[in-house]
């Protein structure tokens, strides 16, 4: 796939930082930004009306046993198989709702289609699902929705009106303002980077990749990037595209930010065994027991995530809500079980919470 240049971000970007507005940007989405302020206030979050859907001729769930498919971006790597965890440790908590979790084994829309199809054909309840592309999803996610079936999603969102909701694992200038931070303080304000992402259509990558154009533009203006490179959630690609660029710009890139639970351990492998401990900085997002090895030895500084098996947990409360009926459009929370009232955020988003700073210190203190 070739380079996806947005101009609208690049002007914006001009403005402020001729550094950052010269350097190759991909990866983001064309759609607003908020960074959140360089001083660590909070932003208020805006109320919105519910943007979402509603299933057609639904049949009163309320209390009843359901069935439900758990469609991830692609199964067999430890970050989905903490949120299916979740979502089982829910299901089993709740009583009534029976999960299975059957995904692409590569990172592929086209397959994650397919499954989605045939289970609608099938006849479920519910569907979970996360996006790999927003817009090529849609379709079938509609004719679940026709058919139907509750739809909430999670991790990576699809076109509102194709979902009741989405449980977001952080807001996306949250995750954003955490990535650039952690770069910064390795690297120095005028620090230059590249990024190892999945796809340029990932939605909550490109959103991500947006806002953090933003904040750096706005908080760190000096700050260069050099590149954006796709590696397909797969873990030799990512190994081979941080090798890649690290032999490309050499002693002129100082840090590498992971997009992914896959990228961003393997993105450190690559600095470990190139001898770059010290000299180019990893930060980004990964589950913290990929990370432990890489914390211990001091090459990785920190990682930011949140807690996978929470964000399953929370989508599946969050459909067996949308079932009962106790959650409907225009209500600001949600009860979600152990992680207790969530906030409803963006019309029809539910906030799971803030981003999570792993380091060698407190990375002991998880398992997953």
Same mark, same amino acid.
């Given at each position: 796939m070739k380079p996806v240049f947005h101009m609208a971000v690049l002007a914006g970007l001009m403005s402020a930082s001729s550094a950052l507005a010269q350097s190759a940007w991909t990866g983001g989405d064309d759609l607003p930004t908020n960074p959140l302020p360089c001083d660590g206030s909070p932003a208020a979050p805006a109320a919105l009306p519910y943007d979402g859907a509603t299933p057609a001729n639904a049949p009163d769930r309320a209390g009843q046993?359901?069935?439900?498919? +758990?469609?991830?971006?692609?199964?067999?790597?430890?970050?989905?198989?903490?949120?299916?965890?979740?979502? @089982?440790?829910?299901?089993?908590?709740?009583?009534?709702?029976?999960?299975?979790?059957? !995904?692409?084994?590569?990172?592929?829309?086209? +397959?994650?289609?397919?499954?989605?199809?045939?289970?609608i054909t099938q006849g479920v309840d519910g569907i979970l699902f996360a996006a790999n592309d927003p817009?090529?999803?849609?379709?079938?996610?509609?004719? @679940?929705?026709?058919?139907?079936?509750?739809?909430?999603?999670?991790?990576?969102?699809?076109?509102?009106?194709?979902?009741?909701?989405?449980?977001?694992?952080?807001?996306?200038? !949250?995750? @954003?303002?955490?990535?650039?931070?952690?770069?910064?303080?390795?690297?120095?304000?005028?620090?230059?980077?590249?990024?190892?992402?999945?796809?340029?259509?990932?939605?909550?990558?490109?959103?991500?990749?947006?806002?953090?154009?933003?904040?750096?533009?706005?908080?760190?203006?000096?700050?260069?990037?050099?590149?954006?490179?796709?590696?397909?959630?797969?873990?030799?690609?990512?190994?081979?595209?941080?090798?890649?660029?690290?032999?490309?710009? !050499?002693?002129?890139?100082?840090?590498?930010?992971?997009?992914?639970?896959?990228?961003?351990?393997?993105?450190?492998?690559?600095?470990?065994?190139?001898?770059?401990?010290?000299?180019? @900085?990893?930060?980004?997002?990964?589950t913290p027991n990929a990370m432990k090895p890489y914390l211990a030895s001091g090459c990785v500084k920190s990682a930011v995530l949140w807690n996978p098996v929470d964000l399953g947990y929370a989508a599946a409360q969050v459909l067996r809500a949308a079932a009962d009926g106790t959650l409907t459009p225009g209500d600001t929370s949600v009860q979600a079980g152990r992680l207790g009232e969530l906030q409803v955020i963006n019309g029809s988003e539910i906030l799971l919470g803030s981003p999570f700073v792993f380091t060698q210190e407190n990375a002991g203190e998880f398992d997953f």
């Open positions: 046993p359901i069935t439900v498919v +758990d469609v991830p971006k692609l199964v067999g790597i430890g970050y989905f198989n903490a949120t299916s965890k979740g979502i @089982a440790e829910a299901a089993a908590e709740l009583g009534n709702m029976t999960v299975t979790t059957d !995904g692409p084994t590569e990172a592929n829309i086209d +397959d994650q289609i397919t499954i989605l199809d045939n289970y817009v090529a999803i849609a379709p079938v996610l509609r004719k @679940a929705l026709e058919a139907g079936i509750n739809v909430v999603g999670y991790d990576a969102n699809a076109e509102p009106d194709a979902r009741q909701w989405f449980v977001n694992q952080a807001e996306f200038n !949250g995750v @954003a303002k955490s990535l650039i931070d952690s770069l910064v303080a390795e690297t120095g304000p005028e620090g230059k980077f590249a990024i190892v992402t999945s796809t340029f259509t990932t939605p909550n990558q490109a959103r991500w990749i947006a806002e953090m154009s933003a904040y750096a533009a706005q908080c760190y203006p000096q700050l260069e990037w050099l590149e954006t490179v796709e590696a397909q959630e797969d873990n030799i690609l990512s190994f081979n595209q941080a090798n890649t660029l690290l032999t490309k710009y !050499g002693e002129d890139m100082n840090g590498i930010i992971g997009m992914t639970s896959v990228a961003t351990p393997a993105a450190a492998d690559a600095v470990t065994q190139s001898g770059n401990c010290g000299k180019v @900085a990893v930060v980004g997002l990964a």
